[in-house]
T-cell receptor, first 118, second 111 residues
Framework: GAVVSQHPSWVICKSGTSVKIECRSLDFQATTMFWYRQFPKQSLMLMATSNEGSKATYEQGVEKDKFLINHASLTLSTLTVTSAHPEDSSFYIC??????????????FGPGTRLTVT | QKEVEQNSGPLSVPEGAIASLNCTYSDRGSQSFFWYRQYSGKSPELIMFIYSNGDKEDGRFTAQLNKASQYVSLLIRDSQPSDSATYLCAVSKAAGNKLTFGGGTRVLVKP
């Protein structure tokens, strides 16, 4: 099956600093990637949809100037959390869409990045 | 009303029994339906997807979709302790479109 990687798998940063998370589709080209955030004991909440070569589409309530998304190639999307605060501590997960033919599309999830802001 | 609703559980089932999970959704325009399994601290992994009304079986798993009732379910036969996880129902309006997740149902399979 298709593989999506994320780097780093976990990161601890100080309040006020910025953190960049990478999401890569390793063996397929993903025209669309999605970024999710998951707080403890809660479900995944979509933050934004990222299309290669265009601006990301953010969900309501997600600050686009705080969560910068870049999708410069068909295999790489990055999420930068700017001026991180403790309330940004969460599990960030990306997914990438692959077209399987005959109209079928499947989303593959990366392993997630656990961010802790101190 | 939440867009996708699931009973949070925990759903406790004895080993070897059938676990039955339910999910309802509010948007009648939803076209694609997915079940994911998520272990604690890990990202979700796809178990099954279903697009058409009726049943779809894959190994020990059966997904059932009833678009008229806006209801999708997952049956896990011969439940194993390794099936203990949170099961997430997700829907989308079109293939490749963004997913909306339910809150998840925690399943505990007791030996």
């Amino acid at each position: 099956g298709a593989v999506v990687s994320q780097h780093p798998s976990w990161v601890i940063c100080k309040s006020g600093t910025s953190v960049k998370i990478e999401c890569r589709s390793l063996d397929f080209q993903a025209t669309t990637m999605f970024w999710y955030r998951q707080f403890p004991k809660q479900s995944l909440m979509l933050m934004a949809t990222s299309n290669e070569g265009s601006k990301a589409t953010y969900e309501q309530g997600v600050e686009k100037d705080k969560f910068l998304i870049n999708h410069a190639s068909l295999t790489l999307s990055t999420l930068t959390v700017t001026s991180a605060h403790p309330e940004d501590s969460s599990f960030y997960i990306c997914s990438a869409s692959q077209h399987l033919g005959q109209g079928a599309v499947e989303q593959y999830f990366g392993p997630g990045t656990r961010l802790t802001v101190t | 009303q939440k867009e996708v609703e699931q009973n949070s559980g925990p759903l406790s089932v004895p080993e070897g029994a059938i676990a039955s999970l339910n999910c309802t959704y509010s948007d009648r325009g939803s076209q694609s339906f997915f079940w994911y399994r998520q272990y604690s601290g890990k990202s979700p992994e796809l178990i099954m997807f279903i697009y058409s009304n009726g049943d779809k079986e894959d190994g020990r798993f059966t997904a059932q979709l009833n678009k008229a009732s806006q209801y999708v379910s997952l049956l896990i036969r011969d439940s194993q302790p390794s099936d203990s996880a949170t099961y997430l129902c997700a829907v989308s309006k079109a293939a490749g479109n963004k997913l909306t997740f339910g809150g998840g149902t925690r399943v505990l399979v007791k030996p």
